[in-house]
């Protein structure tokens, strides 16, 4: 086998997709994660399967829709057994692989990373976390994962130093694994925010003043026909509070973004410096999105592109090309496919994202026509111009018909208008197809009938299908 690239998967934590110095939008200051677009390929249409936390790393991790590796919520509920993780698929071909900073992927026994350094209290009980445990030594564990004003967007002052920040610490842990890494690597460094609480660090020098934030153009409140119940989130609006508090709110999101491009960068000098960066391929992702201001409200809950799309920047200057937009459509699904086709690996059959290796490394575009992306009870389509949500309820059939082109911030459901009967009735199309050419049974037997070429079946190698 060739020489591999390292991989080095930095994800953020809810992280609104325009929320970057990249973007020029918000007037947010991320010089490292901009160098990092400028002499890569920042997928500026890339939108998560799911909008939240576990069940979108889940589809990172396994190249599955939601509805097809199971894992919907953020519950510690075991995850199905037998999923194929990228992370133990590497494994196969000589990769080591860690994770730094949170995993939140509570009893996966099969996530497929062999060194952890942990910090969020959803991965391990509190005091056997290794930040926690770190806070401990310095006398500063009262401060751990200090939520602040939970009514008020979890705001609050912070009393652990910025150089013994959450932040730090998992830049620290990631320069420890780097130093000392077997090659080739996956790394996966998942800081926790900007995902509250909103706690800047003491002494953070990268403070944006409330009264100079940038608010996001559709500042109107407006709330989706879809709920969901995000306990006191609810709250987390202008129209609770009003815009002042919003300020403060997105101020200290900002700050935390600042901060953790901030240990991107130290990360990636230290890259350079042990002679590493020119064989490494980076991949910058958030998980999911947040309001961040948007209808005057923080945090997640609803099914709007706010919540859905994500930065994805990849770099490789050795091979991808250099500052390249690409505005064709991609999905977190589609890690696993483009990391197998470009390491000259199998593609698993259980993977249903697919490879973008074509716009990385020439001047194509994404090939998709539309992404896709749901939560329990409601399945959504979005193409360029139009975007779809629908699901039942006791009350018979919901639908929400956004027509992006007029109404690019989602007010006006056109759903029932007779005019837009033909691109519902199309989208509808869509979403069936999509769903039935991924939908995976999980309890269903092969010798109960003949399946097409594009179902496979969890715990059954290729040669028991086959048989």
């Known amino acids: 086998m060739a020489k591999q690239p390292n991989i080095l998967l930095i994800m953020t934590d809810q992280h609104h997709a325009d929320c970057l110095g990249y973007t020029g939008r918000r007037g ?3 010089p490292n994660i901009d160098a990092l677009a400028a002499e890569g390929v920042n997928f500026c249409q890339a939108y ?10 889940t589809c990172y991790l396994t190249g599955m829709y939601a509805h097809a590796h199971g894992v919907y919520g953020n519950d510690t509920a075991p995850f199905p057994e037998n999923l194929l993780s990228l992370g133990s698929f590497l494994q196969r071909y000589g990769y080591h692989t860690a994770i730094i900073g949170k995993k939140h992927l509570p009893r996966w026994n099969q996530h497929g ?6 910090c969020y209290h959803a991965d391990a009980p509190l005091r056997q976390l290794h930040y926690y445990n770190y806070l401990q030594r310095l006398n500063l564990h009262q401060w751990y994962d200090y939520l602040g004003n939970v009514e008020k967007f979890c705001l609050g002052e912070e009393a652990v130093p910025v150089e013994h920040s959450l932040e730090n610490w998992t830049a620290d842990e990631s320069i420890k694994y780097l130093s000392q890494a077997a090659r080739p690597f996956f790394l996966m460094v998942s800081f926790e925010r900007p995902h509250p609480p909103l706690t800047v660090p003491k002494d953070t020098p990268y403070v944006y003043h409330p009264d100079e934030i940038i608010l996001p153009e559709n500042l109107k409140y407006t709330e989706s026909s879809f709920f969901f119940d995000r306990n006191v989130e609810l709250l987390w609006t202008i129209r609770q509070y009003g815009e002042k508090t919003l300020r403060l709110a997105l101020a200290k999101y900002y700050t935390l973004i600042t901060l953790i491009d901030d240990n991107i960068g130290r990360i990636l000098q230290h890259l350079t410096r042990q002679g590493m960066r020119e064989n490494t391929l980076i991949i910058f992702c958030g998980d999911h999105g947040d309001f961040a201001g948007e209808y005057g409200r923080m945090a997640k809950g609803y099914p709007y592109d706010a919540l859905h799309r994500i930065p994805f920047v990849w770099n490789w200057p050795a091979r991808f090309v250099r500052g390249k937009v690409e505005e064709g459509f991609a999905q977190n699904v589609d890690v696993f496919p483009t990391l197998c086709e470009l390491l000259g690996l199998p593609v698993p059959e259980t993977v249903q994202g697919k490879s973008l290796l074509a716009a990385l490394t020439t001047e194509q575009t994404t090939e998709r026509r539309a992404v ?20 039942f309820t006791r009350e ?5 018909l956004f027509d992006l082109t007029e109404d690019p911030h989602e007010y006006c459901n056109v759903f029932s208008r007779k005019e837009y009967r033909d691109v519902r009735e199309e989208l509808l199309r869509q979403l069936l197809d999509w769903w039935i050419e991924t939908q995976q049974p999980v309890n269903f037997s092969k010798q109960d009938e003949k399946f097409p070429a594009s179902r496979w079946f969890q715990g059954e190698s290729a040669n028991e299908r086959s048989g």
């Open 113 to 118: 990373f062999q060194y952890e350094r942990l």
């Open 48 to 57: 998560s399967a799911h909008g939240t936390c576990i069940p979108s790393r």
């Open 28 to 30: 947010i200051k991320t």
């Open 372 to 391: 896709f992306f749901e939560s329990v009870c409601v399945k959504s389509v979005r193409t360029r111009t139009h975007k779809l949500n629908y699901g």
């Open 396 to 400: 018979g059939e919901k639908g929400e």
